[in-house]
């Protein structure tokens, strides 16, 4: 198999390219879609958590000036990152910032039995959902990067 001027292959690199656009097109078309929802906000979902933090992320539900903030660091959050990956712009940046954003959705709407949730848009799952994979999939473009080689950071930081 041909090898680029990285360690990785050429098509290991292309398909972690791929990869890195397809994540940052998820994350786009969600930041986008909260956006053009004119009535999204995060209070309804961070009312409904459980878990042991569920405390916490209820509280924050019930200050609607924090609210305001949260849905709009949320929808533009999402819109940038999503843009940085598809882009190779910053992008061990922009995937630790992501890897936030899932987290915070992971810890207060938590996987783990005994837990069952009002709205179960995607299905029930025990530990491993679909946050906790775009998790560990954001800190594989932090570990392998591809950006230095096809993206805007090649442009920005060289070729390494």
């Known amino acids: ?6 360690s990785l292959s050429v098509l290991q690199l292309s398909t ?10 998820l994350l786009l078309y969600e ?3 909260r956006v053009m929802y004119s009535n999204f906000s995060l209070s309804g979902y961070l009312a409904g958590s459980k878990g042991f933090l569920s405390g916490y ?9 924090l ?4 849905n709009f ?9 999503g843009l940085g990956l598809i882009f190779g712009l910053l992008v061990k940046f922009f995937s630790l910032s992501g890897m936030i954003f899932v987290l915070i959705g992971y810890l207060s709407h938590p996987p783990f039995m005994g837990l069952s949730y009002t709205s179960m848009v995607q299905g029930r799952y025990l530990i491993v959902d679909e946050l906790f994979i775009c998790f560990f999939l954001l800190a594989v473009f932090i570990l392998f ?6 993206g805007i950071d090649r442009m920005i930081f ?3």
């Open 67 to 70: 609210m305001q903030t949260l």
């Open 73 to 81: 660091v949320n929808e533009w959050g999402l819109i940038i990152i």
């Open 145 to 150: 990067p591809t950006s230095h080689l096809i």
């Open 31 to 33: 930041g986008i879609g």
């Open 1 to 6: 198999m041909a090898k680029s001027k990285s």
């Open 16 to 25: 972690m390219v791929v990869l890195r656009i397809a994540t940052g097109w």
């Open 158 to 160: 060289g070729k390494k």
């Open 57 to 65: 992320f209820k509280s924050l539900a019930t200050q609607p000036g």
